[in-house]
């Protein structure tokens, strides 16, 4: 078929619902809550069997008018977060349905289709239906194939991109499954290449299945919100994240928006809804606590990390730790956080978070109903340098109680230093800075100006000033963290120069990508 019709896009909707409803046992039982829905393959059996009965109901003039009709429908009968996701991308095609559609639209569909959907929800997770998704918009992005060719493409990049799930997602891994959500994007796919095909296109996995604990502790709430001001929708997402997870606000295209959130307040999530316009369809399911975890059987702990700097971001997760990675001169929301300690695998969470901001935001979201069946600790940094000094004596051999507390004292032991710029005039302990000097701290307290430029040989000279006055008190290890700011030969420089006058001290050197600080420094 070169071209997308009418006919055809009411037997694809025909062809989804019998895929997803004869995976839906398979799908249903793969969940791994928090991951997805307590029942994702019923959730999206529902909500495209209400669109497909929408559809089946109008007289669609054309294609592009038959995909805005399964759109609204699947908005409006959009149950649990893998429905809504799913929604949104039938959304996303319809959004760009214009002219023929043939295979360069259905390439630009599906990007936009991943952009409307991850757009939809509020902290998007790797591993899951929002990542196959994305990893099928990249693999068509610019195909001007055949209609055909490019559903095949995306089909087959879809079935790929599922396998790896269990690798981006410890919740999976531990479970040993794929992601449920993304297996039902996978039939909706082959669905549509068994009708432009006329053959059908089933793929199959072995998937093995946990045992869930018959225990709730949260509700997923849902309902249609009608008559709400799209400006208002930042504030509604904010709101609910502080709830709960699992957020999704998604709109129809015509004023009307499905609202969904896991959370311990049913009253709450709901009200949040009725300050801003008038909720409809209102529905409650309980959500299942995860399979308990057996002393000695698997992973029973983690060690998990928040910090500002894409850089250390990914130093860290280069050692195996799950970061949340905050944008500079922000606080992360609950939800970002939550999001965090549900994507760790194990009972017990050890949260190292790189400031003093960024430990009150982990603070509130360990005492959250939400994160209710975790025994999460959060150890005080103040500094990066404090977060790895604590990571250097982690040790997952012993046992828990004494891990955390080998690692609090290293953090608490680690004295921070660090040079920033400044960007305004100020009065300091040590005299007036102006707007470009290099200004040294030492615990947070100014003990040292360098006048403005901000040059190599300034801030070597400002961070050696900086590391004697720390390594006066004695000192074995120096760590050094780079800004975003920082001149790329700064780094070698300091190091040669610590070598000269500290031949004694180990020195640990790399790039942290933050905005805030030229240098960070820290003794052990």
């Known amino acids: 078929m070169r071209v997308l019709d009418a006919a055809a896009v009411s037997a694809w909707a025909a062809g989804c619902v019998h ?18 829905d307590s029942d994702t393959g019923s959730n999206m059996l529902f909500t495209m069997s209400g669109a ?66 991850t757009g939809a929800v509020s902290r998007p997770v790797a591993g899951t239906i929002l990542t196959v998704l994305h990893a099928v918009a990249t693999a068509v992005r610019g195909d001007t194939r055949s209609l055909t060719e490019v559903a095949r493409e995306a089909a087959k990049e879809a079935a790929h991109a599922l396998e790896k799930t269990p690798l981006q997602l410890p919740a999976l891994a531990k479970a040993g499954v794929v992601d449920a959500g993304a297996r039902g994007l996978v039939a909706v796919l082959d669905a549509l290449v068994g009708v432009l095909t006329g053959t059908a296109l089933e793929r199959d996995h072995a998937l093995e299945v946990p045992t869930a604990a018959e225990q709730a502790y949260a509700w997923e709430v849902m309902y249609l919100l009608d008559g709400v001001d799209e400006q208002s929708l930042p504030t509604l997402r904010k709101e609910l994240s502080g709830l709960g997870d699992s957020v999704t606000v998604a709109g129809d295209g015509s004023g009307s928006h499905a609202v969904h959130v896991h959370c311990a307040d049913i009253g709450a999530a709901i009200e949040a809804g009725l300050a801003l316009g008038r909720p409809r369809r209102i529905r409650v399911e309980p959500l299942l606590t995860p399979t308990p975890i057996e002393p000695g059987g698997g992973i029973d702990r983690t060690v998990v990390a928040v910090v500002h700097g894409g850089a250390l971001a990914e130093l860290l997760r280069a050692e195996s730790i799950p970061v949340l990675a905050v944008p500079e001169g922000r606080s992360p929301s609950v939800e970002d956080v939550i999001g965090l300690l549900n994507e760790a695998a194990g009972r017990h969470v050890t949260v190292l978070p790189g400031s003093v901001e960024l430990t009150a935001a982990a603070d509130i979201a360990a005492g959250h109903a939400m994160a209710a069946d975790r025994d999460v600790v959060v150890i005080p940094c103040a500094s990066p340098v404090q977060v790895l000094a604590a990571l250097a004596v982690h040790d997952a051999g012993r046992r828990t109680n004494d891990d955390v507390v080998a690692m609090a004292e290293a953090a608490a032991a680690t004295r921070r230093g660090e040079l920033r710029i400044a960007q305004e005039e100020s009065l300091t302990w040590v005299g007036r800075a102006q707007s470009g000097d290099v200004v040294g701290l030492v615990d947070d307290e100014v003990v040292l100006i360098e006048p403005a430029p901000a040059s190599e040989t300034n801030l070597v000279a400002a961070a050696m000033k900086v590391l004697n006055r720390m390594l006066a008190l004695g000192g074995e290890l120096v760590t050094v963290l780079s800004g975003a700011a920082a001149p790329p030969g700064v780094a070698e420089e ?7 006058e500290h031949p004694e001290v180990e020195l640990a050197g790399y790039a942290s990508g933050q905005a805030d600080a030229v240098l960070l420094m820290g003794v052990e």
């Open 52 to 117: 497909a009965k929408e559809l089946e109901a109008a007289q669609p003039k054309d294609a592009a008018d038959a995909l805005k009709i399964l759109a609204q429908g699947a908005v409006a009968a959009a149950k649990g977060n893998s429905g809504v996701i799913l929604s949104q991308v039938v959304r996303g095609l319809a959004d760009r349905a214009e002219g023929e559609l043939d295979g360069a639209w259905l390439a630009k569909a599906l990007g936009h289709a991943d952009q409307v959907a």
């Open 19 to 36: 895929s997803l409803a004869s995976l839906r046992p398979a799908i249903d039982e793969i969940n791994v809550y928090p991951v997805a």
């Open 494 to 500: 300091l190091a040669e120069q610590l070598r000269l």
